[in-house]
């Protein structure tokens, strides 16, 4: 059994049908060989909300719901039939998993497919904008008898934790966050009244709480809450969250158990509180003990759940650096998505270069503590859904895992985000003002184009940051803290934004072609020649902002004003030369680098591939290569070198190959 002592963890969410009910362990030990380790946690994903909602006491045969055996009752998965499980077995189950060392914890969503206890309160359902019902329930609702919903909840899941003796609460799709963005749902005169009480806005004559939910009702309340009262609507939501939130954790470390909670749908910080009123350091601060951070986008890139095209690799690895720099002080888990047999997509199958690069990417962004170290933004992964996984997969995720958890930098080659907590605060007003890029936006245009940003520190402990410092939006920052930022630097800084009028004079200065309110770049600090030409073709920006369509799903972009490709390509370019980073000589459109420094003449490389195809590219790292050990499986033929340069490395398409490499001491 591989058990050796992991400089990561390992959290899994399985369904029960994972596991073999027919077996007096329950099929635990034959799980755990055929994975050939143990986890330190387990989620069982029982699915139906009905599951917490039902629970009287004793566990013993009565059946759970159907749906509760497996993601949406699906009849089967990849080693089995869905099987009947009952109370005392999912105790049993519980007691098998803990007497082998592991954490159990329990999920469910807002959805369900059976429903004993939801078919009798439709009142909680969710009431989209169309004025329809969904089959989801909005757990910030009043039941019929006028009590929250909530209360309900927190006092059910207290004596599920405790009658099952779970060790905590994984709080996912629909309790984390809700499950429709803000301008989809809850459009309910429940909703609706909460929200005057909360706001003190006034509804229009037809659209208050009395004029009920009938679905033109609904339909228009809809459209000028998000219309006319956006900004109040969204705090509204974020102030709800915090509060279900408050008592979710209150109630489950009362029982002496742990809340993790998975982010909203992917989305980074600023995403989160716009789309779903999700403030994660509000969240955080309310007691959550750690975070499931949705980095899914091979499942996404193979179109999973939607089928569409899409490709959020950079913009998923913004939104990691981000969660980290947002809630420093949490353990995150990455959500390594393997396949699912409900939802039928499977990246091990159709996608495995994919998952590998994840992994290796999300391995290597760092959060930098205020003596200067550098934190893994990420405790480990969370694998999902974790049954089915056949020896030979389990083998090639640890091999994975093993690689990017195990080397630790000693510094890394590149620039050093800047976070400032009242920059975020400031960042959706600023938004619905102008739709100019937010700093996720700003930070995963600039990656996606080579800038080697995969480190972060906050303003305040900008001055223990060796190498470039890079400020994005810098007029959401306050002043003090740009400042004492420029004062203090030991390298360059780059602010790309809008540039406050009392910044010094720069080293160099240009702006984009798209006004108003056109992004700039300040660079202070020594800088080689350099000259910058800005073209594009002319934008048409809408007449009214709050008139623009919002995104069908989680994936697609929210509307930002346009910023030309020559800006962030210049841009990009200068943050990488000032951070000395690997040029990449052939291949430029599809491969990026991060380079990290191992100790003295030892750097590890981390070449990626965008495209779908095999690239063939030659870096040169400017010093001396004595020596190339490929780290990964593949390639396995000796790569040339010439000087400086490593030529002919051929890295397969959207994935990732990684070099060990010994160079010439610099002088």
Excluded at 417 to 438: E, I, K
């Amino acid at each position: 059994m591989h058990n050796h002592t992991r400089p990561y963890s390992i959290f899994l969410w399985v369904e029960l049908i994972g596991f073999d009910n027919q077996l007096p362990d329950f099929g635990v030990d034959a799980y755990l060989r055929n994975a050939g380790f143990v986890p330190d946690a387990v989620s069982l994903f029982v699915f139906n909300p009905d599951f917490v909602h039902t629970h009287d006491g004793p566990l013993d045969d009565r059946p759970l719901p159907f749906d509760c055996d497996s993601y949406g009752g699906h009849p089967n998965g990849y080693e089995r039939e869905r099987q009947q499980w009952t109370r005392a077995q999912l105790l049993g189950l519980v007691r098998e998993l803990r007497g082998r060392g592991v954490a159990v914890f329990v999920s469910v969503f807002d959805k369900f497919v059976s429903a004993p206890w939801i078919g009798g309160h439709p009142e909680i359902l969710n009431v989209l904008a169309d004025g329809s019902r969904a089959r989801s329930l909005s757990p910030f609702k009043h039941l019929s008898d006028g009590t929250l919903y909530e209360d309900f909840f927190v006092r059910q899941l207290s004596a599920v934790l405790r009658d099952y003796d779970f060790d905590g609460f994984h709080q996912a799709d629909g309790f984390c966050h809700p499950r429709y963005p803000l301008y989809t749902a809850d459009y309910s005169s429940d909703m609706a009244g909460q929200f005057v009480a909360h706001s003190g806005v006034d509804l229009p004559d037809g659209l208050g709480v009395e004029d009920g939910d009938d679905a033109d009702v609904v339909t228009r309340r809809a459209a000028w809450i998000w219309r006319n009262a956006r900004g109040e609507w969204i705090r509204f939501h974020a102030d709800r969250m915090v509060q279900f939130c408050r008592k979710v954790c209150q109630a489950v470390h009362r029982e002496g158990k742990q809340v993790v909670l998975n982010n909203a749908l992917t989305r980074d910080p600023f995403q989160a509180l716009y789309r779903h009123g999700v403030d994660y350091q509000r969240i955080a601060a309310a007691g959550v003990d750690g975070f499931v951070v949705e980095t899914v986008a091979p499942g996404v890139i193979l179109g999973g759940e939607s089928g569409m095209e899409a490709d959020p690799h950079h913009d998923f690895q913004a939104m990691l650096l981000l969660m980290a720099a947002a809630v420093p002080r949490h353990r995150l888990w990455c959500l390594n998505s393997v396949h699912d047999s409900n939802e039928q997509w499977d990246v091990l199958l159709h996608g495995p270069t994919l998952l590998e690069r994840e992994i290796y990417c999300e391995t290597s962004l760092f959060h930098r503590e205020g003596d200067g170290t550098l934190q893994r933004c990420v405790a480990g992964p969370l694998v999902c859904l974790a049954d089915g996984i056949r020896p030979h997969e389990w083998q090639w995720l640890r091999t994975w895992w093993d690689l990017g958890y195990g080397a630790q930098p000693r510094r890394i080659v590149g620039a050093t985000l800047v976070w400032s907590d009242a920059a975020h605060a400031n960042q959706l007003d600023d938004y619905l003002a102008t739709r100019r890029f937010s700093i996720h936006k700003l930070l995963y245009e600039l990656m996606a184009r080579g800038a080697p940003l995969h480190a972060v520190t906050d303003a305040g402990s900008a001055a223990a940051a060796a190498g470039p410092l890079v400020i994005l939006n810098p007029h959401l920052f306050p002043r003090h803290e740009i400042e004492a930022i420029l004062f203090s630097r030991h390298g360059p800084a780059i602010l790309v934004g809008e540039l406050p009028e009392f910044l010094p004079e720069p080293t160099l200065r240009f702006a984009d072609c798209h006004e108003p309110n056109a992004l700039a770049c300040a660079i202070y600090g020594e800088l080689p020649g350099w000259e910058v030409a800005i073209e594009d073709e002319p934008e048409r920006i809408p007449l009214d902002l709050m008139d623009l369509p919002e995104p069908p799903v989680y994936f697609r972009e929210l509307y930002f004003r346009k910023v030309s490709n020559s800006f962030l390509n210049a841009c990009a370019d200068l943050i990488a030369r000032l951070s000395g980073q690997v040029r990449v000589n052939t291949g430029t459109e599809a491969i990026s680098v991060r380079a990290l420094d191992m100790g003295p003449g030892q750097m590890r490389l981390l070449v990626g591939n965008d495209s779908h195809h095999y690239v063939v590219t030659e870096l040169d790292l400017r010093r001396t290569v004595k020596h190339v050990r490929v780290a990964t499986k593949f390639p396995r033929k000796e790569l040339p070198v010439v000087d400086t340069r490593i030529c002919g490395l051929r890295v397969p398409g959207k994935g990732m190959v990684i070099l060990d490499v010994e160079v010439a001491e610099e002088t």
